[in-house]
T-cell receptor
Framework: DAGVIQSPRHEVTEMGQEVTLRCKPISGHNSLFWYRQTMMRGLELLIYFNNNVPIDDSGMPEDRFSAKMPNASFSTLKIQPSEPRDSAVYFC????????FGQGTRLTVV | AQSVTQLDSQVPVFEEAPVELRCNYSSSVSVYLFWYVQYPNQGLQLLLKYLSGSTLVESINGFEAEFNKSQTSFHLRKPSVHISDTAEYFCAVSDGGIQGAQKLVFGQGTRLTINP
């Protein structure tokens, strides 16, 4: 298995633009997580899904953030409109007992 | 709610010296405990985990951690470190969740620097 695949690896966008981050989890995993990592706040859980259903989105910062999981092999995290304070590394992870992480998407909003 | 405290933000040690990275957690339910390692510009990799059974768990590269329920700790140790162990280490806790979902809560991380 290729592991959790995230795209793009790097994204630079202007403030106000829409940003979509993509994730392909490992086949057979029931849970999918979106995390955000910054120097100031460390690793924060934004949202997680179980069997494609959102279970807890209490970590989503505000209405500008949304996440979907239309099927077991794909998830997106969308930010609209983006702001400079959204700059971070966004990780997707999947698993059943433990979480397996993707390589992350480094987002820079200028 | 669960939380994790990693008591040291940075730990510098000399090569071949022993090291301990400290982790304490709080939870009102039974927990699963994990240590993850992150090398520069990479994602997190699972180092070892405690789910049940023996309280001492080991990784393939010489790290070990011991679950201590009375002290709510899960400290990570290695008797002799190598330059290649330089990385950031994260302790994490999860509960059983719903239908197997594992909501992982992470500590702030400990940066381990190995000096020659």
């Amino acid at each position: 298995d290729a592991g959790v695949i995230q795209s793009p690896r790097h994204e630079v966008t202007e403030m106000g633009q829409e940003v979509t981050l993509r994730c392909k989890p490992i086949s057979g995993h029931n849970s999918l997580f979106w995390y955000r990592q910054t120097m100031m706040r460390g690793l924060e859980l934004l949202i997680y899904f179980n069997n494609n259903v959102p279970i807890d989105d209490s970590g989503m910062p505000e209405d500008r953030f949304s996440a979907k999981m239309p099927n077991a092999s794909f998830s997106t995290l969308k930010i609209q409109p983006s702001e400079p304070r959204d700059s971070a590394v966004y990780f997707c992870a999947s698993g059943n007992t433990e979480a397996f992480f993707g390589q992350g998407t480094r987002l820079t909003v200028v | 709610a669960q939380s994790v405290t990693q008591l040291d933000s940075q730990v510098p040690v000399f090569e071949e010296a022993p090291v301990e990275l400290r982790c304490n957690y709080s939870s009102s339910v039974s927990v699963y405990l994990f240590w993850y390692v992150q090398y520069p510009n990479q994602g997190l990799q699972l180092l070892l985990k405690y789910l049940s059974g023996s309280t001492l768990v080991e990784s393939i590269n010489g790290f070990e951690a011991e679950f201590n329920k009375s002290q709510t700790s899960f400290h990570l140790r290695k008797p002799s470190v190598h330059i290649s162990d330089t990385a950031e280490y994260f302790c994490a806790v999860s509960d059983g969740g719903i239908q197997g979902a594992q909501k992982l809560v992470f500590g702030q991380g400990t940066r381990l620097t190995i000096n020659p």
